[in-house]
């Protein structure tokens, strides 16, 4: 695992991307990339804008989820500042305090750590959960075939590990039993909870799932931020249990007991209190424009796309004395040496030629 100060480095870089419930592309874009970059071995998206992760090749694989949205606004002066061993967020152009989105960042930073700190694991990264986890809802069933228990990293404070989710008990004894030490070693209490994502997991795949406290406070107001401290100890717990509990599978067949009443499953009530179910909302007034399909990829460093490829940009600059072209592509095929070979690459389109030495060094 990271140190405490790279831990810091990666919540912060998290925590400075910007999702709504209705604009989430750049933060998906983010997300993929990240996960290739931490070993990921297939990144697919769904047509509700999932993103399901997988590392490794396991018979039975622990699974981390999140939700990508939050319900703060998007700021182009969106900064992120650490002040007192907390992570607050302030927008530059009016000078106010806005919320850091910890609900649910603070989620998918774990997801991507535990994603960096394990050879074998699912994570899967939800849409719009603020509005009534449409995309939980919808999360395709064959990807949790192979999956022993989910974790989701979602609740205010610092103590709280979620059994019961508004009426759906996500865990039982046996799974109680396992996990009791560490929650206890970590300072957790088994505790009853609000809606979120493994809430709708717990029901359709029928495998043990739990919510948890990771250090994010005042959530949904412009004065929420989050405790370093409280979300690198949720980190570390969740990393235990990962490693405690294995490639084991946890079946649980958990049921609602709330039915369609008043905060029951299936259900997003308005401020009138007239209820809709969840899978009637509609689908984000802005697309989100990636697919996983349509991702061509970087031939050289399998990035995703090309806007961004670490491999291919970390640690080399165009060469000079060897010769660039145009691509047919309309972009440019850039001359690149890397001590050991010579190579043109196309930043546009992705293409990736390795040329000897006679051919690329002006005469």
Known sequence: MLTKNELKGTLKEVLSTQATSYDYQDTMEYLVYKAFD?????????????????KGNADVYPCVVAHTDT????????????????FVAYDSDSMKQVGTGGDDKVGLWVCLEMLRNHDNIKI??????????????????????????????????????????SGVKMFGKKFKKAIQPILKSYGYSITDGGLTDVH?????????????????????????????????HTLRMVNELISELGNTKYIHKAENTYGSYYGGWGY???????????????????KVKVKATSYGGCD???????????????????VS???????????????????????????????????????????
């Open 38 to 54: 931490l070993g990921a071995d297939d990144v697919d998206i769904d047509e509700h804008d999932n993103i399901y992760i997988t």
């Open 200 to 232: 709708e997991i717990a029901q359709d795949m029928h495998i043990a799932c739990a919510n948890m406290s990771c250090g994010y406070y005042k959530p949904h107001s412009d004065q929420e931020y989050v405790n370093i401290d409280d979300a690198i």
């Open 124 to 165: 899967a990264l939800f849409s719009q959960e603020e509005i009534g986890c449409v995309g939980s809802s919808q999360a395709r069933k064959t990807f949790f075939d192979d999956v022993g228990y989910a974790f989701e990293c979602d609740r205010k404070g610092n103590s709280d590990f979620v059994q019961n989710s």
């Open 300 to 318: 050289v460093c399998g990035s995703l796309t090309t806007a961004g490829c670490d491999w291919c940009y970390k640690d080399e600059q165009p």
């Open 268 to 286: 997003n009530y308005n401020s009138y209190g007239v209820g809709t179910k969840v899978k009637d909302y509609s689908k984000p007034i802005k």
């Open 71 to 86: 319900v703060h606004d998007i700021y182009k002066g969106y900064k992120v500042y650490e002040i007192e061993g907390n």
């Open 321 to 363: 004395k060897l010769k660039s072209k145009p691509c047919t592509c309309g972009g440019e095929l850039t001359a690149y040496s890397s001590g050991s070979e010579d190579y043109r690459h196309c930043r546009d389109c992705g293409f990736y030629e390795d040329v000897s030495q006679d051919f690329l060094f002006n005469r």
